[in-house]
């Protein structure tokens, strides 16, 4: 009699699995297939396609090492994820205003619906910038509000905790570059890249962790930068470039120099640069701009890397901790002043945040801003008349510019609020002749994001990234077909990637790609000054 | 009839007062402890941001009077909105002429076109709901609870209008003194015992006031916090300086 009484576990199934059973069902990694469209130079706003781009799901991070080193759980979505995920959601709208006070104020105008490059490339209804919100906002509603509590999801809009709504978070918050467009539109500035970096967070918290994103942040802080490479290796790279570089222009005393102690300046900038294609072409650049100016200058391999992935969830320490490299490295070779290199995000973190992290920067030279871009310290140089110039090494390029959003957006340069636009602009125009801006709304402030920025450049986001790239490839089109542009300049080591993938994608020969040190460095004529 | 007299004018006065206190209380929880309290670890201002607070500030104003952000998006929502907006503004300054004695000459100034302000408000909104349902995307993300807002606002200005309009008149007298009977500080105390403000005899008064003070509950709850909530946004009120001036996180202050 007593065993009939047992329970049914066939009957309750459904119930009874675990929660990482039910998620993993959900967000299973597929590969997808990927069409870009036929370009018409033009950017339509799509009608509205739901669950255009539900299937596309970044892969999960399972080494448990990683993960252990990372502090995030270790199996897969944990059993007791959904307090785990109150408390987490909680701590952050308690440290972020940012947060907090967005999830509050939106009233639903729709003025940012048709901003997002992934819904113009998509028309998936939750790539809405607003719609993306409100997949967080329906859980601040129902859980961190007084109606919400007293009275239930339904009277508020709210939704309650469930696997299937984490695995839209996990879709679509994955969906979104943080690249900050949808901001600029908003009558109250609401930044839906702070609302995804809080869900990822979240995300982390309960278990489901990202891999492409947080393997980079992973090997940052434990190997040092985001390849993984080895200092050795660092070395290696670097020497094989000054030899490449004595060999094409033959001058015998051009260096890369590393770690070099007294150096006047500290350089950084993305692993990228030391070998990708075309990064490596920017590096040149660089490395001709310190000959001819005649300035000291040196690479750490300490700081081997610029980039910083901390900066796409709103985990303070992991940011911090890759940071902290490059003001270490900068005391212990007593540089006197820190200059990046071309790198979108990673401008932004060193720029608006180094300062709040570990300034004042009083052991550097006050005289120069601290830290400076590369892009400052060129123009200034060709203003000085500092560099010889021979712009006729670039007369086969018309030249047009893509604002990489995180710099366009982020903070000002050279002292002033554009001159994140002018400043890079002068240096192209400084060592070209023939240069073309895109249409009006695509660049400056109101730029497209490249499609594959903040965490989605992994090759299992394809679908992603070419859908996002579309509305920049219209532009590239457009000025192509009426102005006859035949190079694309970028500041941005992710932009760099992503384009020279998109532009053969979309039918545009990959040579096009490059970064603006990359002309500097052809314009340049080495050797001895005139007048010297 | 003294009996429902007694009824609404308690019932009104005290919904008076609750919305008030409701409204007064819930707004200042809001900005203090939830906005103002809590700190904003880094500085993520946003392009145009200027260098200086003078121009943040200006910045600033030209969103909150111009709605520049929005204006350069959408036209027709920038052009509704900002309408919907300011009309609503030019209507509370003159119902001050309720609570200001005498009445400061710049709110007699729009005797005359209160009527047009009125009706261009409510055309404004019209526009900002049949927006909401025929725009596909617009559509798609709205809720309930945004056209119960626009709705509620709709009811207020439509019995507003109407009161000014005879059947619906009621004495003007009636009202100035059941106003200043309620703003006297010894009115809420005589509630208690009893002997509640004078309402006047007009149901579409009451009807107007009723909606207000829902209008008021409802507030600090709802989106309508945008009204306070922007001036707390970090993208736009704080100066692009980082470099130049060290930010200090507020969670490192210990
Ligand atoms: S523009 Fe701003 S307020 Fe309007 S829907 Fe988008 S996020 Fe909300
Ligand atoms: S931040 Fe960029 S990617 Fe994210 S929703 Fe806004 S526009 Fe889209
Ligand atoms: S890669 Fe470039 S365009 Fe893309 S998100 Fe980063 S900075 Fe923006």
Redesign the pocket.
Known sequence: MAEEKAPDTKHHSGADREPNEIIQEYIKFEKIKYYPVELTGDIEVPKLTPDALVMVKPQLLTSKEVLARLGYPENGLRPDWKEVFLAKMDEILKKYRSVKLFLDI???????TDKCHYYLGTGDPLNM??AR?ELMRRVYRRYFTVQGRLFGSKFVNGEELSEELLAMWYTYFYQCSECRR?SV????G?DTAEITMAAREILNSVGLVQKYLHEIIDKAQVIGNNLGMQQNAIVNALEFVQDELIETTGVEDIRIPIDEEGADVLFVTPSADFFASPHIESLYGYAKVFHQAGISWTMSTHASEGGNFGLFIHNYEHMKKINKRIWDAARELKVKRVIGGECGHMWRVLSSYSNTMFGPFDYLDPKYPRPQHICEFTLDLIKRGALKIDKSANEEFTVTMHDSCQVARGLEMGGTEFGQFEIPRGVIKGVCDKFVDMPEHTIRERTFCCGAGQGLLGDDMLATRVKGAMPRMQAYHYVKKNNGVNFLALICAICKAQMSKMLPTYGFPMEEVGGIHQLVGRAIVLGAKEGI | MGGIKFIIDMGLSSLVYAAIFIFAAGIFYKVYFEYYKTPQPLKIPQTPQPTDSFGVFLRMAGDVLFFRSLAKGTKLLFVAGWLFHFTFLLLLIRHLRYFIYPVPGIVTMFNKVSLLIGIVMLLSMIVLVVRRFLEERVRYVTLLADYFVLFLIMAIVVTGIMLRHEPFRPDVTAVKAFIMELMSPTTPLKLLTMEPAHAPTCFMFVTHLGLVCLLLIYFPFSKLVHSVGYFFSPTRNMVNNPRSVRYINPWDKG
């Open positions: 939106c009233v639903r105008c729709g003025a940012c910038p607003v919100q949808c539109f908003c009558p109250y609401i």
